[in-house]
């Protein structure tokens, strides 16, 4: 390499032995890009749930009297299982946070032809009847009760 470099700063060879390498190169970049950026739209896909696992509310909270809410984003797979279940934000430094992720594993929706990227659900944790005043208005809620 030190000597093919050489060669070129010395005039001893053509840079047009390169030529065609470099609009492979650029081609193929052109064509990953072009590939890499026709991802599919599943904003317009519906699904619907057929089985959603209540999460278990925390006895430590029932008993310090604590409410909360975590606000969960998952994807639906074409076989209808929830997966990448991450949070996106939650209360009380995450106490909520395992029994959410827990309950969300064992939900099932419909078969959508393709995989559902970044659904909502805000799981608001409950001890009374009233409903908890969420800051999540534009999601999903599900109100689980602690007894």
Known sequence: MKELLSNIRNGR???????????LLILSSIAFQTIGGNQVDTSN????VIKRAEP??????????IEGTVLLNFSI???GNVSDIQVVASDHDGLFDASA??????WVYTKPAQKVRNNYVAIEFALTDEPATSQFSNVEKIQIRGE
């Open 13 to 23: 060879t053509s840079i047009w032995r390169f030529v065609p390498a470099a609009i």
């Open 45 to 48: 896909i519906e699904v619907s």
């Open 56 to 65: 278990i509310y925390p006895k430590y909270a029932i008993k310090k009297g």
């Open 77 to 79: 797979e074409k076989d």
């Open 101 to 106: 992720i827990l309950g969300a594993q064992k």
